[in-house]
T-cell receptor, first 112, second 111 residues
């Protein structure tokens, strides 16, 4: 059974800093991994999707990497801004499986 | 370009009542999903569908039912609501091997 872990559960950093969010998964047989952002009381917004054959994806100040063999992904946020404050969730779609398995998220606070 | 639309956004139910959460997508995605999100617990899959007429259980299906008569719609039915079903419910769709699109959620309270 796939399990997805995100550590830390919460993170506070001053504005302008670069930061890394971590995601680990137990079964390396995956189709893809997706990072989402969730604002309080809102739905999930897809940030980046990495297919199993890829090592990283970039969108603006965001860069997500995938190391399938070690069961790890990182989300790098450059030059953080207060508007980046949100909960970040990673989710894995395992091979032979139509479902996403979610981590419990990292709640990020950027301090102005 | 609506994406995934969920209604209602909020609802309060009394114990034992029933209701249907609506979900519609306009992207012609074959795959649709219902998740629930409890505080600090992440998202848990309730039911999913790989196409019209095909549904299957997820991790936490008890107390819920679904149907998929069209590609666009995937309603979730709660029978005999219980306080344990107080949660935020998200519907999502996917074209298959690519990413998911989520609705904005339905916040349900059972009292």
């Amino acid at each position: 059974k796939q399990e997805v872990t995100q550590i830390p559960a919460a993170l506070s950093v001053p504005e302008g800093e670069n930061l890394v969010l971590n995601c680990s998964f137990t079964d390396s047989a995956i189709y893809n991994l997706q990072w989402f952002r969730q604002d309080p009381g809102k739905g999930l917004t897809s940030l980046l999707l990495i297919q199993s054959s890829q090592r990283e994806q970039t969108s603006g100040r965001l860069n997500a990497s995938l190391d399938k063999s070690s069961g790890r992904s990182t989300l790098y946020i450059a030059a953080s801004q207060p508007g980046d404050s949100a909960t970040y969730l990673c989710a894995v779609r395992s091979q032979g499986n139509e479902k996403l398995t979610f981590g419990t998220g990292t709640r990020l606070t950027i301090i102005p | 370009n609506a994406g995934v639309t969920q209604t209602p956004k909020f609802r309060i139910l009394k114990i034992g009542q029933s209701m249907t959460l609506q979900c519609a997508q306009d992207m012609n995605h074959n795959y649709m999903y219902w998740y629930r999100q409890d505080p600090g617990m992440g998202l848990k899959l309730i039911y999913y569908s790989v196409g019209a007429g095909i549904t299957d259980k997820g991790e936490v299906p008890n107390g819920y039912n679904v149907s998929r008569s069209t590609t666009e719609d995937f309603p979730l039915r709660l029978e005999l609501a219980a306080p344990s079903q107080t949660s935020v419910y998200f519907c999502a769709s996917s074209p298959g091997q690519f990413g998911y699109t989520f609705g904005s959620g339905t916040r349900l309270t059972v009292v």
